[in-house]
Structures are given as C-alpha cells and as structure tokens.
C-alpha cells in the first residue's frame, strides 16, 4: 500500500496481460437464493457473461450493494464484494472509488433502495460523477419485504400497505436521474440480454457515474408489470431503441413510428410514412444540454406507452475522484509529501531549555 | 512605547482573564490572540471560547454575547479557572451576561462608549449599571475604546463606521500593557493575518497600539502585572485546541499505520473544524469527503476502508445519530474505522456551542443488536492527538470501528503542549491478508475472510486487489470462518460471542489505571473521564493543600475499561464520579463491578469548576468547604 499519493493501488498493475476467463470464473460458489422466474437471474446471467468481454481483473472487480433482493448480487460474483445497508451504496462505494481509482466498481440497487431510502446518495454521487457504474433495478415494488407498493409503483396500485390503492405519483428514473445531473443515463430490460449487455458495456466504459435502469420483472409481487412494453411479440411496437447519431423510429417493418420534436420543444410520436424519416429527431446522447433527453424520459407515462431505451445520456464531465486525486498531486508538488513533524509546528513554536 | 514611569509592575503568580462582546465584536480573536502571547512569554494556560450558536444574534443582546475566557499562570494549570480576575465588556449585555461570574474586588473594565440609553435597553438595563451604584463592589475602569478607536484611525482614512470594528484591538492593546505581554509580535501577526487588507490592518494596528498607549498613559491603573513564565519540561511547545491536535493525530496516526486517510464528514458544531484543517493537509495524501449527510460521511469511510485506506468520521451528537446503522454494518464487516464524536449538550439540537458529555451510553449501547467497540476520550485539548493515534491503532489491530469521545470544551479549548517523540508511539501495522488462508477437501486454497487471529480475534483485512482472495462481506449475518451468510442460530451465537470476546480482549492491550492516591490511604476516590480530568486534578490538588486525603484515577479508555480498575475501585470506601451528564459512567461502574459509585453531576453547558469539586470532595469527607 503506498501512501505518498493517497490512494492504495496495489502492487499488481495491469502491466501484465488480463486472463482469459469465461462465465464460470465470475460466479461465486454461493447458491443463488432468488425466486425462480425472478427477472435478476437473467441480469445475473449477462453480467456473468459480459465480465469475461470488458477485459478487467476479477481482483480489480468490486460489486457492492444496498437492501432489497437486487442487493443480494455481490453474494454470487466471484470478485470482492460488499451487500450494505438500505440506501447507502453510493455513499459507501463514493469512498471506496475515490481511495482506489485502480478498481471498476459497480451499484447494484433496486427502485426502493435507490429511489426511497437512498435518495439522497444516489443523486449525489451522480452529480459528483463518481466512476460507478450504477445499475438500478427497477420492479415497481418491494420484493424483499413481501409487496407494498415502492416510489416507481403506478399510482392507484393496490398492495398490503396501500389496499385503497397507492396516491403518491411515482419517480421516473431515468428523468430523476438526469435531474441529478447524471453524465450517462441508460435503461435497458430484462427480456434482452444483448441489450443489457451493449448498456453495460457503455456504463462500464463511462469516466464517471453511470446509472443504468434495469426494467425488471417480479414475477411473485408485481408479474407483468413491464409485459405491454418488453414482452416479445409488442416489443417491437412498444420499445424505442436510442442510438446516438441515428433518428429515433421504432417499431415493426411497414408499420415504422418514430419521435418528431413539435414547435413548442416538446415530443410526439408520429407515422414515419406521413412525416418523412427525415423530419424525425436525430439522438444526440452527448448534448450538454439535458432537456432534450429529459423530454425523452418523458415520452412514455408508464410502462403501457412506447419506451426508449438505451443510452439517453452520454457526456464528459470531470470525474470526482480524479479531481481529488489531482489536488492530492497539487499539494504534494508544491509541498513535499507533509511532514508530520512539521505540521505539528505549523502554528507558533517555542522551546523550554 | 514611551515607557511608563508612573507604573510600578506587579508579579502575579496566575491571572485569569475574560473578553466578553457581541458576536461580531470579534473576542475570540481576541483572546486567542492574547493567548498566544502569553504561550509565547512560556506562561502555561487553557481557554475556554464560550459563543452562542447563532452567529449574530441581535447586536447588543445577552443573547448575542460572545465570551474568551483565558487562565495564564507561572505554574502548572488544568482549567481555564473558575472565576476571572478581569472582566472586559465591550457593552452592557457582555457585562450583565458575565458579572455573575466576577468575584467582589475584580476589575471591570467596560468601553463606556456604548453604555447610552439604547444600549442599556437592548441589554435590558433599566438603568445604567456605570452609575446607579450597583458595580460598587467591583473596581470598574470605564474606557471610551470607541472613540478613541474611531480617533485614531481617523488619520489613516478609515471611516468611523469601519474603523469601530477595530475596537476589540484596542481591548487587546491595553490588556497586552496590563499584562506586560510584548507589542511587536501582535503587529506582526496582524500585518500577516490582515495582509490583504492593508487598511484593515493598518486600523487593527492603530487600534491595538492606541489600547498599549492608554494604559501607559492614562492616569486610571497604578500598576500593571508580570506573569513569569511556568516552570515547564525541557521541550518545544505549541499551542493547540482539541480540534486541532485531533486533526494532527488523525494524520500521525494514519502515517504510523501507512494507510492513507479518507475523511468523510458533514459539518457540525463542534466538530467542523477537524474537517477544515485536514482539507487543508492534501500533501499528506488526506483525501476529504464533505458528504450530502452524515451518513454519507460514515459510508463513504467504511467504503475507503474496504478499500485499504484508513476511513474516519468527525461528528457530533445529532450525527452520531444518524450513523448508529452504518457503525453496526463495521462492527459486522468487522473493518477499521473511527468514529469521532466532539459531544455537545442535547438531546436533539440542544446546545450546538455548549459542552456535555452525555453521549458516553450512546457509543456503548446506541445500535441494535449486541454490538460492542472500543471507546476512547482525551483528558484534555492536547491529549486529543494521542487518543486519536490509539483509536487508529485499535482500529487497525483489531478490525474494528473506534469511538473517540471528544467534547466541545476539549474541541475549542487550548493548551501548550509539549511536542511528543513520534517515535514513542506504539508501532501501527496493518498487516493486510496477502495470500489464502484455507485449504478446502480438494486441496484448492482458498480466502476465507472470517478465520480469525488466535491472539486478537481479528480477522484478516484484505482489501481488493489481490488474485485469489476475492470475497464477498456483509451486514447479514456470516458463518464462522468462511463468511458466507449463515442464518444457523448456533453459528449466531457463536459470533456474537466472538465480536464480544474480540472487543472485551483489548482490556489485556491497554494501560493499566493509575491511581493518584499520594498518601496510599485516603478514603475517597474520584474517577474522572474526558474533559472532567482537569477540575478533578485541579480539586485533589486543593484538597491535598488543605490537608485532607482523597485518590484520583482518570479514564482514556471507556469501553473495554482498563483491566484492574474493579480492583482499585473496590480498595476504597467512597467512590465520586463527576461527569457533565446524570451518571452514564457511574452507571458502568456500577453494572460492571458492583460498586457504589456517587455520581456528581452537572449540565448547564460548561465544564465542572475546580470549586464545585473541591466543595463536593469537602463534603463527603466531612469538612467544611
């Protein structure tokens, strides 16, 4: 460990090849504790899968986690891993991603555990740009203590806590998220491995904060809930894939639709065939600009209307633990590496003979 | 200085003085500064700051007055003493607010401009206390600091409006004559520390000059004093706050173990000052996290200490609070962390600027589940850089988060301190896992986290990084030796046993108590904790001098308690424990050893008076006090 810069990067350096190594080599020993048909074992599935791509090293891998069952992800990769108290994952993995640039740190979180009791951490760590690659999976309900209604819940939905019917309008993520002046927002959904795994990669691949919102399917309190939009026979008609640079259509061959931006600057969904491919707006996830992709966010009221998906934001910003690391650099350029017995004289000195 | 030939100069062995003003008066500057020229002169001395919390309260309001109060001396001294020898009150509501605290015979010496009818009203005088009468029993120097202020900065330019705020240096001038402490190196501080504002210093300089003057030549004083230097330990000194020493402590400490230091904190009263000095010591690699809340400061330093860097939290009451969760996620991921507490009166909200020491049960017993660490409180201001050395290396030996129970007093408050050898300190070694620790059936070897160090208990510290010990940790709860999660009662049992033995085990790590009994056979013992070291010492020091018998022992380590105290406690009859809370000490003593220790107990924001203790001492021997 050294301590001259402040930062602990260990001796092992990438100065050496990175292993070849495949699913197995990422998936721990533990047994896999959640409910079959649950939506997290496909998730579980294509970050096992995608870890052996990114050409990282498991020892440099840290998945770290909050309360709720999504949390229960470290448990069952093979890297270090931390499963922490409700909320807090970001607070936790800012410290450690600061301390150790060297590590690539993921948040594993759900609507509940990022959206309700910890808030306030993920919109921090998201407007500090913390490297973190933040993926949020989002069911619409608490699974974990057996099925009240969570922040991203439909209003009106009827659960054990709310048997009259839920009355506080839900979170959007993703607009919550630019909100926070995330650089990088994406969402993707269970149902598409490959999707998953092309927006993970991007999140990895992001310097700085990355929140991702898994759609993802509890098939024990909330079955379906994404069904209108990501089951395979509406997907096509109800998903709106964003790619950066490419105008926004979507939707079954001869029946495209696509995103035009109306006068006022908001968005509406219109034929391609009566508009013209060439009227439609073209994505720009790198616009500095957030309300386009704000306005986005907002296409659909919920999970019945067509979706995007895909990577809504993408934009460099300074990363915090860069920053911090470079004033450490500052200091010590201009100062020397600190002299304790120096700094114990900082003030006034005097000597007793 | 045209030196005074009409002045005779007295020798005092010891002199307390009191600086009393509104908010925006600027009297802890003031008595800062007149601090450090007498730690300068090798006079030995503690302060007490005493401010509201509001940072301007009305002007001229009791509400609004803030108070430096500073004992110098020419021999050793624990406390900022009990009651003033001078008072300076820059209006009336510094004097109504303070006069209580002035013996009959002190010295008064009040900046008569503002005592006019407005000023007397805010203060809510019904009449002026100057001239009804009513200070007869005090010898009051009534002194236009004011106008002689606005006079003399009149020449450099300054307008009477700005250059009034430059009346606290001309209190500081003629205090400096009164006390014959040296003029230059004020006028050198004030030219360094108001160097960008050249008219400011330039009116602080006339000001503070213009104070020195007035006591020369005003014909009020027949004398002014002498306080020689202490007979102090061969040594270099500094003077130091609490705050501060803890700060250095906190680096020190981090340097000693190797592991950088990550601070996450949220600023709080009292306790930001320890996050303002360590943001300015980046060439020591401390990284400095102002957290979104308190909670975000506790975890992002859990989290730094996943990582391998020594993760800190400065708070105090109402964050305590709020970390209680996260300290039992460390108890349970069983990493080092320390968790600094400068305590301050509650509940709640409480006094923001007041001491207390109330929070002792909090750290002991303030989460769920059976959940112990080690605690740690400084005696005193300068004692703060050992006890956060000894909270770094608990910390790391034993895997484990550490209270530091440091209090408003001990925060603010300074001392001379004479440097310690650095290279006294006990060796810190992180000693991080670097290879498997277990072979499984088929010869594989494996990392298990939770295998355990037969001697201390602790288990292996392996932060991310290192090929083969990947592994996962966690609030549930672990099966013994591999960490995996385990919902076995047995196994639970067996693991609160471990982290309660691990934790009971430093008591054999620790110094055993001394006991100040200088006779050997006195009947009473008084056990003090923290900040309350001083006015006990103090106590038994006058008691002794009056010939009367009584033991001290103090506690730096509250939780495990040091390994003979039940012993000592048991050799005498009566056992007297003074703490600025209802008893939580006593309450331990109690509960651990089964014995009657006599709570003394004091809560109105300030520390215990070394004549509150004396008396109390007095009173169970049967004397008089």
Redesign the interface.
């Known amino acids: 460990?050294?301590?001259?810069?402040?930062?602990?990067?260990?001796a092992?350096g990438t100065a050496t090849a990175v292993p070849v190594t495949a699913r197995k080599d990422w998936t721990?020993d533990?047994e896999v504790r959640w409910c079959p048909g649950c939506g997290d074992y496909s998730i579980l599935a294509a970050v096992q899968m995608l870890m052996p791509d990114l050409g990282v090293?498991?020892?440099?891998?840290?998945?770290?986690s909050g309360?709720g069952c999504a949390a229960r992800f470290?448990?069952y990769?093979?890297?270090?891993?931390?499963?922490?108290?409700h909320g807090?994952a970001p607070?936790?993995?800012?410290?450690?991603?600061?301390?150790?640039p060297?590590?690539d740190v993921w948040v594993i979180s759900g609507d509940g555990d990022s959206l309700s009791i910890g808030g306030?951490?993920l919109i921090?760590a998201l407007r500090r740009n913390v490297r973190l690659n933040i993926l949020m999976f989002n069911n619409q309900i608490y699974g974990l203590t057996k099925g009240q209604y969570s922040p991203t819940s439909e209003v009106a939905k009827v659960t054990k806590s709310t048997p009259f019917g839920s009355v506080d309008t839900p979170f959007n993520p993703v607009s919550l998220a630019l909100g926070a002046e995330a650089t990088f927002v994406a969402r993707t959904h269970d149902m598409d491995r490959a999707h998953m795994q092309e927006t993970f990669r991007r999140a990895h691949q992001h310097n700085g904060a990355a929140f991702v919102e898994v759609l993802q399917n509890c098939n024990v309190f909330n079955d379906g809930a994404f069904e209108k939009i990501t089951s395979r026979d509406v997907r096509a008609n109800m998903l709106i894939p964003l790619q950066h640079g490419q105008p926004i259509v979507f939707g079954a061959e001869g029946e495209e639709r696509g995103v035009v931006q109306r006068a006022d600057g908001s968005l509406e969904i219109v034929s391609v065939a009566e508009v013209g491919l060439e009227a439609l707006l073209v994505h720009d996830e790198k616009r500095d600009d957030p309300g386009l992709a704000f306005a986005l966010s907002r296409l659909a009221r919920g999970p019945y209307e067509p979706t995007p998906i895909g990577v809504f934001r993408a934009v460099e910003r300074p990363e915090y633990g860069t920053q911090?690391s470079e004033?450490?650099t500052?200091?010590?350029g201009?100062?020397?590496?600190?002299d304790?017995?120096a700094?114990?004289?900082s003030?006034?000195?005097?000597?007793?003979? | 200085m045209a030196s005074g030939t009409q002045h005779e100069t007295e020798v005092l062995d010891q002199v307390i003085v009191r600086f009393a003003g509104d908010s925006g008066d600027g009297m802890q500057l003031t008595g800062d500064r007149f601090t450090t020229s007498s730690a300068l002169l090798g006079n030995d001395l503690s302060t007490f700051p005493d401010f509201p919390a509001e940072i301007r309260a009305p002007a001229g309001t009791v509400n609004g007055v803030s108070a430096f109060q500073v004992h110098i001396s020419d021999h050793d001294i624990l406390t900022p003493g009990d009651s003033p020898n001078v008072l300076v009150a820059m209006n009336p509501a510094a004097l109504k607010a303070n006069i209580e605290l002035m013996a009959k015979g002190t010295v008064l010496i009040v900046n008569s401009d503002s005592f006019e009818e407005r000023d007397l009203t805010k203060a809510g005088y019904a009449e002026n206390p100057l001239t009804n009468g009513s200070l007869a029993a005090y010898t009051v120097y009534e002194v236009p600091m004011t106008s002689i202020t606005q006079e003399v900065c009149k020449e450099a330019g300054v307008k009477p409006r700005d250059a009034e705020r430059s009346k606290n240096f001309f209190a500081l001038g003629l205090i400096s004559w009164m006390y014959t402490r040296p003029v230059e190196p004020t006028v050198e501080w004030i030219a360094e520390r108001f160097g960008g504002r050249p008219l400011v210093a330039d009116a602080n300089t006339r000001a503070f000059r213009a104070g020195y003057d007035f006591g020369e030549t005003a014909e009020l004083f027949e004398s002014n004093y002498e306080v020689r230097p202490a007979a102090f330990e061969k040594g270099e000194y500094v003077q130091v706050t609490g705050n501060q020493a803890l700060a250095w402590g906190l680096i020190a400490g981090s340097r000693m173990a190797g592991v950088p230091l990550f601070l996450g904190s949220y600023p709080i009263t009292p306790a930001s000052d320890i996050l303002h000095e360590l943001s300015r010591r980046k060439e020591f690699g401390v990284r400095t996290f102002q957290a979104e809340d308190e909670i975000a400061g506790i975890g992002a330093a859990l989290g730094a200490s996943f990582g391998g860097a020594l993760g800190v939290t400065t708070t105090s009451g109402p964050g305590l609070d709020l970390k209680s969760e996260t300290i039992g996620l460390a108890i349970n991921l069983e990493l080092p962390l320390v968790i600094v507490d400068v305590q301050r009166g509650g509940p709640s909200t409480g006094l923001p600027t007041k001491t207390e020491q109330a929070d002792l049960l909090h750290a002991m017993y303030g989460r769920h589940g059976e959940a112990p660490l080690p605690i740690l409180a400084p005696q005193t201001p300068s004692d703060c850089f050992a006890v956060a050395i000894e909270a770094i290396r608990l910390a790391v030996k034993y895997r484990t988060p550490v209270i530091v129970l440091s209090d408003g007093y001990l925060a603010n408050g300074a001392e001379p301190w004479r440097l310690p050898d650095l290279d006294s300190f006990a060796p810190i070694e992180p000693a991080f896992a670097t290879e498997p620790n277990h072979v499984d059936d088929d010869g594989t070897e494996t990392f298990w986290p939770y295998v355990r160090d037969p001697e201390t208990l602790a288990r292996p510290w392996a932060p991310p990084g290192l090929p083969g010990l990947e592994h996962r940790i966690g609030g549930l709860e672990k099966a013994d030796g591999t960490g995996n999660v385990s919902y076995e009662g047995v196994n639970h049992e067996r693991m609160v046993h471990l982290r309660r033995d691990k934790i009971a085990g430093i008591a054999a790590d620790i110094p055993l108590v001394e006991v100040n009994d200088e006779t050997g056979d006195a009947q009473l013992l008084l056990v003090s904790w923290g900040s309350t070291y001083a006015a006990v010492a103090a106590g038994v020091k006058r008691i002794r001098a009056r010939g009367m018998k009584a033991a001290h022992v103090h506690l730096r380590h509250l939780h495990p308690l040091p390994a003979n105290l039940g012993e000592v406690l048991h050799r005498y009859t009566q056992v007297l424990v003074p703490e600025v809370n209802l008893g939580q000490l006593s309450r331990i003593l109690r509960a651990e050893y089964l014995v009657d220790a006599q709570t003394m107990s004091k809560m109105q924001g300030v520390p215990f008076r070394v004549g509150e203790i004396e008396a109390a001492i007095t009173a169970l021997l049967g004397g008089k006090s």
């Open positions: 460990m050294s301590e001259s810069n402040g930062s602990t990067a260990t092992t721990s533990q090293r498991r020892e440099n891998t840290v998945f770290l309360i470290p448990y990769m093979n890297t270090y891993g931390m499963h922490s108290i807090r607070a936790i993995a800012t410290g450690l991603a600061t301390t150790r060297d590590l306030n951490h921090h911090m004033q450490i500052a200091a010590q201009k100062r020397g590496l600190g304790v017995e700094l114990l004289r003030g006034s000195s005097w000597t007793v003979d």
